[in-house]
């Protein structure tokens, strides 16, 4: 693949499939360079994916994101994202600010929180833990040599902890963006008015019962335009 082409996994789970869409078109929507958006759905993984659930894991992507390295095959840069985000700006200028500083194996926005909430989406409890949300918005370096260990064997065994904390990595290794690149929703202050990416990590405004959480007019009207079609003008 050409590098010119920003590579970005998204985490795919059917309960909410509508947000993979409307996440996707957010990207595509405002990206000033070509993309490469990959579902990481666990139906398309079967051969390098063996890992059963874990029954914390509030998702079907909790684990299969630290796999974009490898389905990378360790070459350039690629961003993974949770699919219940959405870009409000253009996501070439997170690859830019990753690239700016190649001695790092990851970029992330190193959240600092405890959640205010015990239970989010779908009545899935909301487990509070070191270094949480830090692996819903990652732009891999994936010829870092520190990345050659993840492996999917490493993947399919490592415990939840030395995956989502990127034990693995020194943390040196491990680079800082902004807060506004996974803002999340309801756990932080009023928002600032250039946040980059919303993440609606208790849940989105397509759950009912958060129709009407912080950016969700925002989400509506991007979903609109993902599913839009031009239809035939009535000539009679």
């Known amino acids: 693949m050409d590098s010119s082409i920003l590579k970005i996994f998204i985490g795919y789970d059917p309960v909410e499939s509508v947000s993979w869409h409307t996440m996707a078109h957010s990207i595509l929507h405002r990206s000033s360079k070509p993309v490469a958006i990959v579902p990481l759905n666990i139906a398309n993984l079967k ?3 063996t890992r059963e659930r874990d029954p914390k894991q509030s998702n079907e992507f909790s684990f299969t994101r630290f796999l974009v390295p490898y389905l990378s095959g360790y070459q ?8 219940d985000m959405m870009l409000r700006t253009d996501v070439a200028k997170l690859f830019e600010l990753a690239a700016g500083d190649p001695s790092k194996a990851v970029h992330v926005v190193q959240h600092d929180y405890t959640p205010k909430d015990e239970i989010k989406f779908l009545n899935t409890v909301q487990y509070s833990y070191p270094r949480k949300n830090w692996s819903s918005v990652v732009v891999w370096n994936c010829e870092h040599p520190a990345n050659r260990s993840v492996t ?3 993947v399919n065994t490592a415990s939840p902890m030395e995956l989502h904390r990127f034990q693995w990595l020194r943390d040196e290794q491990i680079g800082a963006l902004d807060v506004r690149w996974n ?3 309801g756990e932080y202050a009023e928002p600032p008015s250039d946040v980059h990416n ?11 019962e958060y129709r009407n959480v912080d950016f969700s007019q925002e989400w509506f009207a991007e979903h609109d335009r993902m599913n839009f079609c031009q239809q035939r003008q009535n000539t009679k």
């Open 47 to 49: 051969d390098i994916y």
């Open 76 to 83: 350039g840069m690629a961003a993974f994202f949770d699919c």
């Open 152 to 154: 999917p064997e490493y």
């Open 183 to 185: 803002w999340l929703v």
């Open 198 to 208: 919303v993440h609606w990590t208790i849940g989105g405004p397509y759950f009912h």
